[in-house]
């Protein structure tokens, strides 16, 4: 039996801490957070600014309390006390970015269920993208292409459904196909958050799925300079990580402030319990730059990232023939195995991704913070794939997206009613190097010019929370691709709308119901209309929906627009000891877009399966649920778990590339000293289950027009479920003023092998076997 210090005699647990959040104008503030720093008890204040924690141990605790538009503070209290204490929240001269304050102030109203990466969190995956980082949110779940691709997947919903943020601009480059990974360094975040709900009329078609805001840390003048530096070793494959970032003000002009920021890494091939992951080597290097004014009721933002990745993709996935494709499926090995190396050879991507900011705002009088904001992209992404000869040095696909946006928006608040307006443009072209490659492009050029208008309100009574928005979108597309060698100009022209209705109610001060309803309508994006040829990045030839037995089709009337009509309920529970968030979602798509094998071809490259972009009526629904339970100072308790049932109504068959279900337990234990602070250790089991409603099998050398018959298949049988053991310790050391931050964390302790359903490359090989990672962090931040 194991007693914890908190329940000895004469420390009882009976210390009660009572209080009341306003505002520096002595307004009360509804739904701010209020955090024990070293227990993580949260809890959010009622209507009237009042919070309570109970049945506390400690002699002494800091509360770090944060809300929106505000100075977070952090205070240091001595138990017991016997008065309610006021804390006094001073208004934010900085404010985030125009659309993530905007992702801020949706987490606490009535429609969405969110959930968030902090910088806590984050600081325990550095070294992983984007994607693998976010599967961390119950109901996220990632589509892999090998160990170092992953792209996001909310509800069962990725690509073109999935908006991105990247520093409040919309992110372009990850709609080209089903495997473009978004292409964001992860240490630029102080936070990142999800938004599961149907959260259309902000940000239009492309949130279908929900929205994935990257936050990055507000700029503060100092006069000091502050930053971080951050070293990590991954063991697995031999990879390093290093970054850093540096800020402060401007002494000359006190209103400015500064930032840069860098990180790199490098690694070799992964490998799995039993054997190399043969040419899968990454490298990366990042840059970004911010530059700030803030005075009075206006200010401004420039912002400059450079993102440059090289990946490796697993060369055992380009086969032969027809019999070594099969073979190479059937097999528990992959058929070409060499040694470790840090060589990055074909098939592999370099990628290149630039983005220039440019925001200004001012706080109008009666009326509201107006805020103009541009972003403009590039993206250029290359694919080599094995040639002969000179041919191997030049890429197979060389694509170059230009993307600039303008969004204007209006935000108001006056007393129990707020809300906001706005306007936004877009204008894309993509272009393929086609002298370059001396191959057909995978993805046709492209023109695109699009619009958007959207209004959307806010109203709180008593114990309810009320929200409506409503969002109109045009677009016009002009194509050019190739039909016989006859060029092809196909236009388009699109209109599609958005909407959606939203309640809370909170029911007490630590219960509270959510319900959204949304209604929104997607076009299908070039990639999905058009896509033509052999996609090295997934090892698989795509085409698209127009292509109809080798002849594409320019009419207008066969594009059907995807029509998504969901609903989610969420519970959630927040007190001191206990935090509990359960949602269920209900999705009905008519003309779902998805991508189906339906054969497999030879060319002078490689056998490879081949996959085709299919409409059809689907249905969605499920469930995710987080527990977070306290037993005392020391030992936490969390739970994690999602559930997802897809259908194609059409057929009444399954769907592919739907997430199997998922639950995970974890306890941490706080273990402080004197000299050590806040040393946590944690162990997690996460789960994943079989896929039983995965597709029928039918393998390359059965596949025949009798066994298909129209219906959905795979090429291979959904893996086995599988158990994982996840550990990891942390600490920290006060050096002077400043922390030290020491990790180390293992994953897949026990060496499991096993293959993940959500990865496309599990045709030919494992998982990657036990992984160590140690981090070390370094923080002289000065606010």
């Not at 090989?765 to 923080?779: A, V």
Request: charged residues 20%; glycine residues 8%; hydrophobic residues 35%.
């Amino acid at each position: 039996m194991i007693l914890s210090s908190d329940l000895l005699p004469g420390q009882p647990c009976n210390k009660r801490i009572e209080g009341e959040i306003l505002s520096d104008e002595g307004k009360f503030l509804p739904q701010a957070t209020v955090k024990i720093v070293n227990t993580e008890q949260t809890v959010l204040t009622a209507d009237d600014g009042s919070f309570i924690f109970d049945h506390l141990c400690q002699d002494r605790v800091q509360i770090l309390v944060s809300y929106v538009g505000f100075s977070n503070i952090t205070i240091t209290l001595d138990l017991p006390i016997k008065r309610k204490i006021n804390i006094i929240l001073q208004r934010a001269q900085k404010v985030l970015d125009d659309v993530i304050v905007e992702g801020e102030q949706l987490r606490r109203g009535a429609s969405q269920t969110s959930a968030i990466l902090s910088r806590e969190d984050l600081a325990g995956l550095h070294g992983k993208p984007l994607g693998e980082s976010l599967k961390e949110i119950p109901g996220v779940n990632a589509l892999q292409t090998g160990p170092a691709i992953f792209k996001p997947v909310i509800h069962g919903l990725h690509s073109q459904r999935i908006m991105v943020l990247n520093n409040g601009i919309r992110q372009e480059g990850q709609q080209w196909g089903v495997e473009h990974a978004p292409e964001i360094d992860p240490f630029i975040a102080s936070e990142i958050e999800v938004v599961k709900g149907s959260e259309t009329v902000r940000y239009g078609s492309d949130a279908i799925g929900g929205v994935i805001i990257v936050n990055p840390p507000a700029l503060h003048p100092t006069e000091k300079i502050g930053g971080e530096f951050n070293v990590g070793l991954v063991s697995n494959n031999r990879m390093g990580v290093f970054s850093g970032m540096m800020e402060g003000g401007i002494k000359p002009w006190r209103h400015c402030s500064w930032r840069v920021q860098g990180s790199f890494k490098k690694g070799g091939d992964y490998h799995t319990p039993d054997y190399n992951l043969s040419n899968t080597g990454i490298e990366e290097y990042n840059f970004s730059a911010a530059l700030g004014f803030e005075h009075d009721h206006h200010g401004g933002e420039i912002y400059i990232s450079s993102f440059n990745t090289a990946i490796g993709i697993l060369r055992a996935a380009h086969t032969g023939n027809n019999e070594d494709l099969q073979r190479s499926i059937v097999s528990e090995r992959p058929w070409y195995i060499k040694d470790f190396t840090y060589d990055i050879n074909n098939p592999r991507q370099n990628i290149r991704h630039y983005l220039v900011k440019v925001k200004a705002y001012e706080q109008i009088r009666n009326l509201g913070r107006l805020n103009i904001q541009y972003g403009g992209q590039f993206n250029q992404r290359e694919e080599f794939d094995i040639r002969r000869g000179d041919n191997n040095t030049r890429p197979a696909l060389s694509l170059g997206l230009f993307s600039n946006v303008v969004d204007v928006t209006l935000d108001h608040e006056k007393g129990h009613h707020s809300g906001s307006i706005g306007i936004n443009g877009t204008l894309k072209s993509n272009k393929n190097d086609t002298q370059e490659t001396g191959i057909v492009a995978l993805i046709p050029d492209y023109n695109q010019l699009a619009s958007g208008i959207f209004v959307f309100e806010k109203l709180k009574f008593n114990k309810w929370v009320l929200e409506a928005g409503g969002r109109y979108d045009y677009q016009h597309l002009l194509v050019k691709t190739f039909q016989n060698r006859t060029l092809l100009k196909p236009e388009f022209n699109f209109h599609y709308f958005s909407g959606n209705l939203g309640a809370t109610y909170n029911w007490t001060p630590s219960w509270r119901i959510i319900v959204n309803a949304g209604y929104s309508t997607r076009p299908p994006h070039v990639s999905e209309l058009y896509s033509e040829g052999l996609h090295h990045g997934t090892a698989s030839i795509e085409e698209g929906l127009m292509l109809k037995e080798g002849v594409k089709i320019t009419d207008h009337s066969h594009v059907k627009e995807e029509i998504s009509k969901k609903i989610i309920g969420t519970l959630q529970h927040t007190k001191e000891n206990l935090s509990l968030d359960f949602s269920l979602y209900y999705n009905d798509i008519d003309n779902y877009v998805y991508l189906r094998p339906y054969e497999t071809r030879l060319t002078n490259r490689g056998n490879f399966p081949a996959f085709q972009y299919r409409q059809n009526n689907a249905v969605l629904t499920g469930s995710d649920v987080s527990l977070k339970y306290t037993f005392s100072e020391k030992i936490t308790y969390k739970l994690k778990g999602s559930y997802l049932y897809a259908k194609d109504r059409d057929n009444d068959d399954v769907l592919p590339f739907i997430p199997p279900a998922q639950i995970e337990n974890g306890v941490s234990f706080n273990v402080n000293s004197n000299r050590i602070k806040d040393l946590i250790i944690s162990v997690n089991l996460p789960y994943t289950f079989k896929q039983i409603r995965a597709p029928k099998v039918v393998y390359p050398l059965d596949l025949d027009s009798e066994t298909v018959q129209g219906k959905n298949f795979d090429f291979a049988p959904a893996p086995a479920g599988y158990l994982l053991v996840n550990a990891s310790v942390s600490f920290k050391i006060p050096v002077k003023e400043n922390t030290l931050t020491f990790s180390l964390s293992t994953e897949n302790v026990f060496n499991e092998v096993y293959r993940n359903y959500m990865n496309r490359l599990r045709y030919y090989s494992d998982e990657i076997g036990r992984n160590f990672s140690l981090r070390l962090s370094y923080n002289f931040l000065q606010h």
